[in-house]
């Protein structure tokens, strides 16, 4: 499965932004769905997760209670409602069929696409 993330803009601390995950290919609903992110300088991270059939959501500590993740499978569809934005949400985000090894969620694919620009202002 080929996933696309889109959605990224700019906004004001405060505000609020929906990121998508779109899938290409078969087996989307096959699969646990992550979207982690990456700051200019510093390593790309965790932000959320969500089970196949959607029951299940983790979510890193920093964006517990602003972020939902979401998913739509007759659409192929992950989504990222994020809001209460802070500047240090700034960050490329991706999205990417994930697995847990250890305590950590992990790429299973190793192939992170373009990923969508998300900048918070202060």
């Known amino acids: 499965v080929q996933l696309q993330a889109s959605g990224g803009g700019l906004v004001q601390a405060g505000g609020s932004l929906r990121l998508s995950c779109a899938a290409s290919?078969?087996?989307?609903?096959?699969?646990?769905i992550g979207w982690f992110r990456q700051a200019t300088g510093k390593e790309r991270e965790f932000a959320a997760t969500?089970?196949?059939?959607?029951?299940?959501?983790y979510y890193e500590d920093s964006v517990k209670g602003r972020f939902t993740i979401s998913r739509d499978n007759a659409k192929n569809t992950v989504y990222l409602q994020m809001t209460s934005l802070k500047p240090e949400d700034t960050a490329v985000y991706y999205c990417?069929?994930?697995?847990?090894?250890?305590?950590?969620?992990?790429?299973?694919?190793?192939?992170w696409g373009q990923g969508t620009l998300v900048t918070v202002s202060s």
């Open positions: 969500i089970s196949m059939s959607g029951g299940r959501t």
């Open positions: 290919g078969r087996g989307f609903s096959s699969y646990f």
């Open positions: 990417a069929a994930v697995a847990m090894r250890g305590s950590n969620w992990y790429n299973i694919f190793d192939s």
